[in-house]
């Protein structure tokens, strides 16, 4: 869509820079789709990499059912941002997905503690999350360029062991057969989507650009397919529809889950504070209005809660598709309301979510191998407008030592309260709590 677009539109001040306005349907569909595909491999891995660590059978019902709460939920989230509730929704262009940076601390809690205790931490930080709404522009502050960065570069250093274990062929609780972990098997189906992917990227252009994950996804689903690794069993014996289940584990409260969700979900806001801002410059060329930031923090808070109620991960505006709004120069939210639509209508039929947990792990390391590494990527990018002087220099380095240090080498914390136990392994939060008290504490250099 990009090619048929002249250079005045993709300036932000074409006829589709108007958030209100909405390209004809031969248009707008493909458009809607394109949104679906940018954000739809990222969306659903969480929840795999939560129900692995909670230890569900993998491809079984349990899996199959969080696979479809990813995609129902994220298309609810997306509505509110773009339809909007009163001062819900920034009523721009903003997809929402299942946020990778939750899955640290989610894994951790679900492994140790419980899909119940994970779902209700998710449950109660996003009630916080939308409280922030009314508070944010007051919170910026505490988070500049130098925390936030810090904290995405901890979330992707800590998710790519979980990569490379994935593509060598999973772990104990997969219960993948021992002496085929890290096979030729396994890494040729895990490189065939890396490489596929990297070619589409930096290769083509528009919509196989945008989807080139997902396209190498599919491309290594091929090849496990031909090597015998794809078993459809579960995707025959589920249905075409089903309903939704609200507290599908129950509800069970843990303070240290609540507080590291918390923690992540501030961080989560500032990023979607970021995302509108850079939306409203990408496609109208103008700031984000105040109104916009509190309602797409708002969105996003609603959009957690409700998710957490029926066992989904919590949504925060995804960025690849702010790319696609500056790619195409059409700013028109009711394009992404259609991509919305269209996850709500995949959430709801579990033959999709079947197929999607059929993947052989090797097939979903190969993805977020690229996928994790750019979350890492994109914290180096955020620390790039830092001044890299001795005072930031050491805030990076100890910040990173103890969150990073204490998850790799847990038991250095056995002794510590289960609570305050749980925090300080999780990497996001000892990491963020270091930047921020580092920052505030140590004198900036002249």
Known sequence: MADTMTAQETQGTGQYSDPNVTPPLGQAIPLGFQHVLAMFASNVTPSIIV???????????????????????????????????????????????TSFAFVGVLAGVAATQGLSVALTACIIGGVIHFALGSVIGKLRWLFPPLVTGLVILAIGLYLIPVAIKYAAGGAAQFQMEAESFGSLKHWTVALTVVVVALFLKFFTKGTLSSAAILVGLIAGYVVAYLSG??????????????????????FEFSLGAVIAVTLVSIVSAIETVGDASATAKAGAGRDATDAEIQGATYADGLGTAIAGVFGGLPNTSFSQNVGIVGMTGVMSRHVVTIGGIILILCGLMPKVGAVIASMPLPVLGGGVIVMFGMVASAGLN???????NRRNMVIIAVSLAVGLGLNLVPTAVQYLPGVVKTLM????????????VLNLVLPHED
């Open 425 to 436: 392994t999780s990497a996001v939060a000892p990491t963020a709590l270091c930047a921020i």
């Open 51 to 97: 129900a692995g660590a909670a230890g569900l059978a993998f491809g079984g019902a349990e899996q199959v059912y969080l696979i479809q709460m990813a995609m129902l939920f994220a298309g609810v989230a997306t509505l509110f941002q773009t339809v909007g509730i009163g001062p819900i929704g920034a009523r721009l262009p903003i997809m929402q997905g």
């Open 229 to 250: 690794m794809v078993n459809f069993g579960a995707v025959a014996k589920a249905s075409w529809v089903t309903g939704i289940k609200p507290l599908p584990y129950g």
């Open 382 to 388: 955020v620390l790039s407008e830092v001044e890299l």
